[in-house]
């Protein structure tokens, strides 16, 4: 006797869904060398992060850095880890749960999920758990407002490198950038105003952005300019004069020349030039993380005292600030535009099937097919 096969696993004539893939830079497990070194090694390891040939890489990696610089960093990772875990990850927690809110509050049903670029939760298995829940349509969201290759470009590589394993593709839109999106810079603007009504305002405000290689502008990259217009606009909404602003890289890693001016050199400089108060902002930064927490609210503001300077505030990033929440939703819905992905019962999916109904009405009147 013939068994029957047993049904398939999947429901080709289901109801299909929108899904919203976040995808932040990530975080180790844990403030240990033990944790630091595998998240470290798929970070350093990507060849848009850091560019040498393989041959001279990864004698150097696995060699020399990542038996030496887990510990180091590990320190770095405690000085700044919360009851809750990563800064990082509770911050971008807290914003995917937001941000699904503001998107039902707008009507639209649309799923928002979480992933790492390097660490856990991994872009593979968040787009698997999507993929289990009929997600056909998905938006990539890369948590970085000024594109470049070794940030934003990498997270393409990664999704690309998933769907490449899948039969059943789903359709799939990308966010690029959002450095000169107005809810954006509304909202950094907000973040700006709010500590200076409660602080007063310093004689400089310092916009402090994620250093890459300089040679990565020479070939091509926009990220320089992106982050010089993401300033100029804030400047602008912030009503601030030439010489009040100035924008800076940080993070510099290894002896290559990257872009400039540094952040650490230049809030030296201020000081002894007898600028006694400095404001630092992040706008690069969503979330608050190591960059923003350790290597400026602590580093920097050393440096910047031990110059001379009187007071150094640190503003923190967007987090879950609710205008950054908002502009997010208001990214996600002009991006999902003529997706299906209304609320069922909403007046707007309503009135959506009626006139779908009409149409086909008259087209069966008309002896087309329905």
């Not at 000024?146 to 934003?152: D, I, R």
Request: aromatic share 8%.
């Amino acid at each position: 006797m013939v068994r029957p096969s047993p049904p398939p696993a999947f429901d080709h004539a289901g109801r299909s869904r929108t899904a919203v893939l976040m995808v932040q830079l990530g975080t180790p497990a844990a403030p240990t060398a033990a944790a630091l070194r595998p998240y470290l090694a798929q970070f350093l390891g990507d060849p848009r992060v850091v560019e040498i040939p393989r041959l001279l890489w990864w004698p150097i990696l696995h060699g020399i850095i990542l038996n030496t610089r887990p510990a180091k960093s590990a320190k770095k990772y405690a000085s700044v880890w919360t009851d809750e875990g990563s800064p990082l990850m509770v911050h971008s927690v807290r914003q995917s749960k937001l941000l699904r809110s503001a998107l039902g509050e707008r009507g639209l049903d649309v799923e928002v999920a979480l992933a790492m670029r390097y660490g856990e939760p991994s872009i593979e298995s968040t787009l698997e758990a999507l993929r289990e829940r009929g997600v056909t349509r998905l938006l990539v969201l890369p948590m970085y407002p000024q594109y470049s290759a070794s940030t934003t470009a990498t997270v393409f590589d990664e999704v690309a490198r998933v769907l490449r394993g899948w039969r059943n593709l789903p359709e799939v839109r990308w966010v690029r950038n959002f450095h000169d999106d107005p809810g954006y810079v509304d909202a950094l603007a907000e973040r700006v105003q709010a500590a200076w009504a409660r602080d007063g305002r310093g004689e400089r405000l310092v916009m402090s952005f994620h250093g890459v290689p300089r040679r990565t502008l020479e070939l091509g990259d926009p990220y320089h300019c992106e982050c010089h217009a993401t300033a100029r606009l804030l400047a602008a909404r912030l009503g601030l004069a030439r010489g009040e602003w100035i924008v800076t890289f940080q993070s510099r890693f290894g002896k290559a020349q990257w872009l400039q001016p540094y952040t650490e050199p230049t809030l030296e400089r201020l000081a002894k030039e007898g600028v006694r108060t400095v404001d630092v902002v992040c706008p690069g930064f969503v979330a608050d993380c190591l960059e923003t927490l350790e290597e400026i609210a602590m580093e920097a503001r050393g440096a910047f005292l031990g110059a001379g300077g009187a007071e150094f505030r640190y503003l923190p990033c967007l987090n879950d600030a609710p205008s950054f929440v908002d502009a997010l939703a208001g990214l996600v819905e002009r991006q999902t535009a003529g997706w299906p992905t209304r609320a069922l019962g909403s007046e707007e999916s309503v009135r959506r099937d009626l006139a779908l109904v009409e149409r086909r009405e008259r087209a069966v009147a008309l002896g087309a097919p329905s």
